[in-house]
DNA sequence: GCGACGATACTA
DNA sequence: AGTATCGTCGCT
């Protein structure tokens, strides 16, 4: 067992990517509980993800890469673990995260986390809906195309408590291939949409 | 170069 | 239901 911080966290780094490099309908799911950690202000905020969603990739109507590749989904096209950021509706950022393998474009949008406030975790903020979770953790399209276990990156991904149980649901917000349920949440969390 | 539209979220 | 608000992409 490596006891040096730094191979402890490679190894953590390698077990997280394990359970990413796998199809985005199993990713998502396994996603719950897990913590964002972004760097780069004055303290690390950590966000615990309580709602994911699945896109499929190119057989997948709903899914960004459905017309193929353009330099905006791009990212998609990177090793599980790429970051993926859009911007919608002239206002909102939207978090996702590339699974599966490289150069098989399924990723998981997350759609809220739990954002974890003081010391004592008292104050728990919540970021329902995509667009506040991105709001509330500063993240924008500038954190597209990079990966969250790189030594510098601003945004990781870290192990947390799993749900004690998971809903599934449908998507929300999309017109096509509507009705499938590739929607996951944590039902005991508040920070789920509620749709 | 142009225009339609979107993986949103709030208010009424 | 209405709306704020703009980058992306397909098409001309």
């Keep these: 067992m490596p006891s040096h911080p730094t191979l402890r966290h490679r190894a953590d780094a390698d077990r997280l990517l ?41 057989g997948d109507p709903a899914a960004h890469v459905f017309r193929g590749r353009t330099p905006r989904n791009a990212p998609l096209f990177g090793p599980p673990g790429t ?11 939207c978090l996702n995260i590339a699974v599966d393998r490289e150069g098989v ?16 975790g008292r104050d728990t903020l919540i970021g329902r809906g ?13 954190l597209s195309g990079r990966h969250l276990f790189d030594p510098d990156s601003p945004l990781t991904l870290q192990d947390g ?16 291939a509507a009705e499938r349920l590739l929607r996951f949440f944590d039902e005991d969390s508040p920070a789920v949409s509620r749709r």
């Design 105 to 120: 474009p399924g990723c998981v949008l997350i759609r809220a986390a739990e954002v974890l406030g003081g010391a004592d």
């Design 83 to 93: 970051v993926y950021v859009y911007f919608v509706y002239g206002m909102h950022h």
């Design 18 to 58: 394990r359970g990413l490099a796998r199809p985005p309908e199993k990713a998502a799911p396994w996603l719950l509980g897990k913590l964002l950690v972004r760097r780069g202000g004055r303290h690390p905020v950590a966000a615990r993800i309580v709602e994911t969603e699945a896109y499929l990739g190119e």
């Design 130 to 142: 995509p667009g506040r979770l991105c709001r509330v953790l500063g993240l924008d399209t500038r």
């Design 161 to 176: 408590p799993r749900p004690r149980a998971v809903g599934v649901a449908p998507r929300v917000g999309i017109t096509k």
